[in-house]
């Protein structure tokens, strides 16, 4: 059977990866600085300044993903049926107002009510934005382009570990927030003059781009849909079993990324017994490592076509090296060059796990299965910063970190289990085998 699909040419313009990633990537940079920003603040004078004990960090570092629960489901439906363009724009303006604040509070308290303000307002942006790559990404493209801007993850940490750094060694760790939290600003003004929802509102595409997206998506949903009641409620879609797998596998995945996320300055500290500002210099290895894990697993993925392999293998890796960090933490070199390789594994897994729903649920639904998979894997965040802080207070870092190489370990065993329908070795639009795909 051949299908529009089969006619894609190098003739046709990919303008798309030029117009639509970047400003894509910078939105989640800025949030992911706001989000990441207190594991610099800590040990840079805010736990001293406020009286905050190790479990109260854990517990300041993970309340932000209790309210990251309340806009997943609401974005992703908003980002299908409506505008995630105006939701993100909002969300912006909401970012900066709660990251300012917070350079201004003087109690503990107020800083677990403005890290919950925070959850709630960067909640919807994930699925927001992933439903938005699959409004303008054919799933030949998905994993790649999915992993580019999961990228901001790595790039984030590149940027916020020197800058952060930087700041509380020349002024202190209010002016981070607030100096970090104007620059949602900033980004909001590129925001509102470049981003379109889909192929069809924005003015500089092709004809030829925006017929190949418009009928190869098409043509894809139409073969979902053989398989997939469109119109299906969410209930059904909580009644699949798989769906509960990949909300248990991005649960374990989480909580290994933001305990090590959150924890690891503070790891670095004590690990080298240095400054700040070169505590932050040391946090940019492990996420330039990032992007390399990112682009390889991302592109063997796409290659071959195979999900699974490629979220397990990551995963196990991630878990590995986390373990390594403790076990040879006497030979301060090795313990570091352990928590790089945490870094090259930390979000390799991550955009070929979002390929996944794309093939699993229609478009009508794949938007609030994102959001449920994203919100209820998400309280990993808010576990993995708090068990490790209640680990360490209980016992010490090492059980922490212990407990993180296990959860990652969980969640690649998950991984491996998920059914072989994730993976693309047979196409939803019949006729088209991997190695066939445009590159």
Not at 30 to 38: C, K, L, T
Not at 42 to 65: H, K, Q
Not at 354 to 381: C, D, H, K, Q, Y
Request: proline share 4%; net charge positive.
């Amino acid at each position: 059977m051949t299908t529009y699909r089969d006619s894609f040419s190098a003739d046709i313009p990919k303008q798309r990866w030029l117009r639509i990633i970047p400003p894509i990537l910078i939105t989640c940079i800025i949030s992911y600085m706001d989000r990441v920003n207190i594991a610099f603040a800590m040990p840079g004078g805010m736990d001293a300044d406020l009286g905050i004990t190790a479990s109260m960090a854990g517990l300041a570092g993970g309340i932000f993903f209790i309210g990251y629960l309340f806009l997943q489901v609401p974005g992703g439906k908003i980002a299908v049926h409506g505008s995630g363009k105006k939701f993100i724009g909002w969300s912006l303006v909401a970012w900066a107002v709660i990251s300012v604040m917070t350079g201004f509070i003087t109690h503990q308290y107020q800083l677990l009510a403005l890290r919950f303000l925070l959850g709630v307002a960067e909640g919807g942006m994930l699925p927001v934005v992933l439903t938005m790559i699959s409004n303008w990404f054919p799933d030949a493209e998905r994993g790649r382009a999915n992993a580019i801007v999961i990228m901001f993850v790595p790039i984030a940490g590149i940027a916020t570990a020197p800058l952060s750094g930087l700041i509380i060694t020349a002024l202190d760790w209010r002016w981070l927030f607030i100096i970090e939290g104007m620059l949602s600003l900033v980004v909001l003004i590129l925001w509102s003059y470049t981003i379109y929802d889909r192929p069809q509102e924005a003015r500089w595409i092709s004809k030829a781009e925006q017929n190949y997206l418009v009928k190869t998506l098409a043509a894809e949903q139409q073969a979902i849909a053989g398989t997939v009641v469109k119109n299906a409620s969410l209930g059904a879609v909580l009644s699949d079993k798989t769906m509960w797998q990949l909300i248990a596998l991005n649960f374990f995945y989480q909580t290994g990324i933001y305990g090590y996320t959150l924890w690891l300055p503070t790891i670095l500290k004590e690990l080298t017994h240095t400054s700040m500002g070169q505590v932050g210099m040391l946090a940019i290895l492990p996420y330039v490592g990032a992007i390399a894990g990112m682009f390889l697993f991302s592109s063997l993925s796409d290659r071959t076509g195979k999900r699974k392999l490629f979220v397990c293998l990551p995963l196990l890796g991630f878990s590995l090296c986390m373990f390594l960090s403790v076990t040879l933490q006497a030979h301060i070199w090795l313990a570091y060059a352990a928590l790089v390789g945490c870094g090259f594994f930390l979000q390799s897994a991550a955009g070929i796990f979002w390929t996944i729903p794309a093939r699993l649920f229609s478009a009508e639904m794949a938007g609030g299965a994102r959001g449920v998979i994203n919100a209820l894997g998400n309280l990993g965040g808010f576990c993995g910063p708090y068990a490790v802080g209640v680990l360490i207070t209980l016992y010490s870092k090492d059980a922490g970190v212990y407990c993180l190489a296990i959860s990652l370990a969980i969640a690649a065993l998950l991984a491996l289990l998920l059914p072989t329908k994730c993976d693309t070795g047979n196409d939803p639009v019949k006729g088209i085998t991997p190695h066939k795909r445009a590159v």
